[in-house]
């Protein structure tokens, strides 16, 4: 049998959900290396709705993290509650505003984030497992509260997150967008994305890096 990586999910569009370039390069590789994988996303409400033409919050408007990240899996994703560790070899957490709004309170709360409940169980199983845990973009923010303290990650070069990430324990590397960091002790990899791209381009090469080491330590 194939290996399985789960991917979670925060909805569709970086300034509200999921990056989608992001989650499309991330499965994409996957599919690439002949890798299977399921998403995954809370089931409730987003934070808030952003109209993604002018940035601007549509107040009066509300969605569904679940729902929307139905968009970017074209249907085929499960509710977070559901996701079993011992289904998949690895997990995977692509980036976006939703990371900071929906999977965690990050955007309001900065070092003082709390993690959306179900994703601290989720991840605690596949780390307790030893199992690879991938990250990209702002999503390397939540590790400290997720995994626990003194793990090494990066998002690029942005000082406001990575003193947050210090401020929980965490241990920030700075790091190129076509690169990755990698903690080897803790099976973490992480790497900037669209924290720093400034095309599609540039945020490939690093996420199909993110994910080839995903693979290559699915096997050790």
Same mark, same amino acid.
């Given at each position: 049998m194939s290996k399985q990586v789960a991917v979670i999910l925060s909805g569709c569009g970086v300034q509200d959900g999921s990056e989608i370039y992001e989650t499309t390069l991330t499965l994409l590789r996957l599919d690439q290396l002949g890798i299977g994988y399921r998403c995954f996303a809370p089931n409730i409400d987003q934070h808030d709705v952003i109209d993604h033409r002018n940035g601007e919050s549509q107040s009066e408007e509300r969605r569904n993290v679940?729902?929307?990240?139905?968009?970017l899996a074209r249907g085929d994703v499960a509710p977070l509650e559901e996701l079993e560790a011992d289904e998949f070899d690895a997990v995977i957490?692509?980036? #976006?505003? /939703?990371? !900071?709004?929906?999977?965690?309170?990050?955007?309001?709360?900065?070092?003082?984030?709390?993690?959306?409940? #179900?994703? /601290?169980? !989720?991840?605690?199983?596949?780390?307790?497992?030893?199992k690879p845990i991938g990250l990209m973009c702002i999503a390397p923010v939540m590790v400290p509260r997720l995994l626990g303290p003194g793990i090494a990650v990066t998002v690029g070069h942005d000082p406001s997150v990575a003193g947050a990430i210090s401020a929980m324990g965490g241990l920030h590397r700075s790091c190129g967008v076509e690169d990755i960091v990698v903690d080897f002790e803790n099976r973490v990899v992480t790497t900037p994305a669209y924290m720093l791209a400034t095309r599609i381009g540039e945020a490939a090469t690093g996420i199909f890096k993110l994910v080839d080491r995903i693979d290559e330590l699915m096997d050790l």
């Open positions: 679940l729902v929307e990240s139905a968009r957490l692509p980036g #976006g505003f /939703g990371v !900071a709004k929906n999977l965690s309170t990050f955007a309001e709360d900065g070092a003082d984030l709390v993690i959306q409940a #179900g994703l /601290g169980e !989720a991840l605690a199983d596949f780390y307790e497992d030893r």
